[in-house]
């Protein structure tokens, strides 16, 4: 397949760089990257077994690459307001979009300017992060979870998680992407937020026990109101202890809205916490945990700005 | 009246240099501050007037200061283990004690050692802090809710509100102190607690929306649960409105709590957030903003001690 990149960060490249191993031709947007990716190629550094890749192909604008078979979007969803002049370029009659982007509302709105029909989600547990420019550490994890955003074209999904089984990447195709998007978030929401307002890792919270409570308290906050969106399939409350313990093994890890706060990134804030909460709000349920998280994360970015 | 002060951070002695300038004969138990005061007096800018007293009668252990009219309680809650050893050699029969700490559980305390009916407790609206050793800035307020902890003796609460009075000291008695110590809570809870953990002071929060409500939305949930304590008159929910509003002449203030973060001391946070959030569990009320706060506060000292 001929796959454009937009938005390389760890992401982005990570799965980039399997695709064009795999034998796909890839093309990355690129910005502040540019010139160490095109020159020095990328290096990611996994526990997969590391690998180097000498030729890349990096782009500074998307009219240099043209339509091609698949977008693979893993911008910041902070710069959603770029999809337009990002993405239109790369897009011909028979283009497939996905977004693998955190939190919610990054499918609604590319199918607001490409039409819902183009557009995929995949939800990436990918624990990964860029060391520096063309260099990926991976850490754990990988695998996606692939749905579609209409309800048809199921041949063009399967196409899609063929090319990235052969590229190595665990890609389990769901029927209800909105759930998975929803699961993520049971473990986006506390463990995103918490850390980035204490710029503490995970362990950190998971090793003293009232915050270990917390975080199982936000969990059930997050999974009441995911059950209220018309999930096929409604998410079970003991996800939560699951997850806790599951957690406990990541050490410490430090998410990605931690190190962009520590690095003076904007947050994703909008994605993984505004948007839910509007959903919560419809549904005249309160999240008065999440929503405090919300208000201090805010109130950091407005203070930063 | 011969006074002792128990406890001379920027409450301990704004409060007792009062005294002694109205003619009380007033007695310092100090420790690390001991050498500045004794030497050096006690300064205290205000914007009532600012004054120096020369002489200040120092002490290093209460042995050397014996049996007194009155002690003035006004140690951090952390070192309320200490009331036996730095108390009871003050203590004759008629022996009054009036703590003004911070929160809740502090007369209960007291009143196990030493005997309910010589506890009063104090609910000070103070905005000061200790500039260096023996030098207070005195920002503004001072005013005492004064209340008897046992429901007797109400001649002796008269005898120390005038020696207050007298002292130029607002001090008004009250007939139910646990309202008054609730009160405090409803301001106390919310700013304390998040001034100190985003090291931010007063305004910022008030300046922005979304931590206006939320610090209106904290004070509710402490409003309810006062509001189950049996006090004689409930405290009424417009509280939070008026006391938002009346906080947002407070500018850049920055609360105890913060503070002590700040200068690497303990916090108050039993005082102020653990006992209240005990009396909640008792009536089975949660207080999910109050709780996650007093985790993360609670976090922060986890991993400095």
Redesign the interface.
């Given at each position: 397949m001929r796959i454009a990149v937009v938005g390389a960060g760890a992401l982005g490249l990570y799965y980039g760089a399997l695709l064009q191993k795999s034998g796909n031709e890839v093309n990355f947007l690129l910005r502040s990257d540019y010139e160490a990716v095109s020159s020095g190629g990328i290096t990611v550094y996994s526990i997969n077994g590391d690998f180097h890749l000498a030729e890349v192909k990096g782009f500074r604008t998307p009219t240099e690459i043209g339509p091609v078979d698949l977008v693979l979007v893993g911008l910041k969803t902070f710069a959603n307001e770029y999809f337009n002049a990002l993405i239109s370029p790369l897009v011909g009659p028979d283009t497939l979009i996905l977004t693998l982007q955190n939190g919610l509302g990054n499918e609604e709105k590319l199918a607001d300017i490409f039409g819902k029909d183009k557009i995929f989600g995949g939800v990436a547990f990918l624990c990964s992060y860029r060391v520096k420019p063309g260099v990926i550490k991976h850490l754990g994890e990988g695998r996606v979870l692939l749905g579609k955003f209409a309800q048809n074209n199921s041949t063009r999904t399967e196409k899609i998680a063929s090319c990235f089984c052969r590229a190595g990447i665990k890609c389990l195709v769901v029927s209800d992407l909105k759930r998975a998007r929803w699961e993520k978030l049971v473990w986006n929401i506390p463990f995103n937020g918490?850390c980035a307002?204490?710029e503490?890792p995970v362990d950190?919270?998971l090793k003293?026990e009232?915050?270990r409570?917390?975080i199982h308290?936000i969990m059930l906050e997050v999974i009441t109101v995911a059950n209220t969106q018309s999930l096929v399939e409604e998410i079970p409350f003991s996800l939560a202890e699951k997850l806790v313990t599951s957690s406990s093994k990541m050490g410490q890890y430090k998410p990605s809205m931690m190190i962009d706060r520590i690095q003076g990134r904007p947050m994703e804030i909008e994605a993984i916490f505004g948007i839910p909460l509007q959903f919560a709000e419809e549904k005249r349920i309160q999240m008065?945990?999440v929503?405090?998280?919300?208000?201090?994360l805010?109130?950091?970015e407005?203070?930063t700005d």
């Amino acid at each position: 397949m001929r796959i454009a990149v937009v938005g390389a960060g760890a992401l982005g490249l990570y799965y980039g760089a399997l695709l064009q191993k795999s034998g796909n031709e890839v093309n990355f947007l690129l910005r502040s990257d540019y010139e160490a990716v095109s020159s020095g190629g990328i290096t990611v550094y996994s526990i997969n077994g590391d690998f180097h890749l000498a030729e890349v192909k990096g782009f500074r604008t998307p009219t240099e690459i043209g339509p091609v078979d698949l977008v693979l979007v893993g911008l910041k969803t902070f710069a959603n307001e770029y999809f337009n002049a990002l993405i239109s370029p790369l897009v011909g009659p028979d283009t497939l979009i996905l977004t693998l982007q955190n939190g919610l509302g990054n499918e609604e709105k590319l199918a607001d300017i490409f039409g819902k029909d183009k557009i995929f989600g995949g939800v990436a547990f990918l624990c990964s992060y860029r060391v520096k420019p063309g260099v990926i550490k991976h850490l754990g994890e990988g695998r996606v979870l692939l749905g579609k955003f209409a309800q048809n074209n199921s041949t063009r999904t399967e196409k899609i998680a063929s090319c990235f089984c052969r590229a190595g990447i665990k890609c389990l195709v769901v029927s209800d992407l909105k759930r998975a998007r929803w699961e993520k978030l049971v473990w986006n929401i506390p463990f995103n937020g918490l850390c980035a307002l204490m710029e503490k890792p995970v362990d950190a919270f998971l090793k003293f026990e009232p915050t270990r409570r917390l975080i199982h308290e936000i969990m059930l906050e997050v999974i009441t109101v995911a059950n209220t969106q018309s999930l096929v399939e409604e998410i079970p409350f003991s996800l939560a202890e699951k997850l806790v313990t599951s957690s406990s093994k990541m050490g410490q890890y430090k998410p990605s809205m931690m190190i962009d706060r520590i690095q003076g990134r904007p947050m994703e804030i909008e994605a993984i916490f505004g948007i839910p909460l509007q959903f919560a709000e419809e549904k005249r349920i309160q999240m008065p945990r999440v929503r405090q998280i919300y208000a201090l994360l805010r109130l950091i970015e407005e203070n930063t700005d």
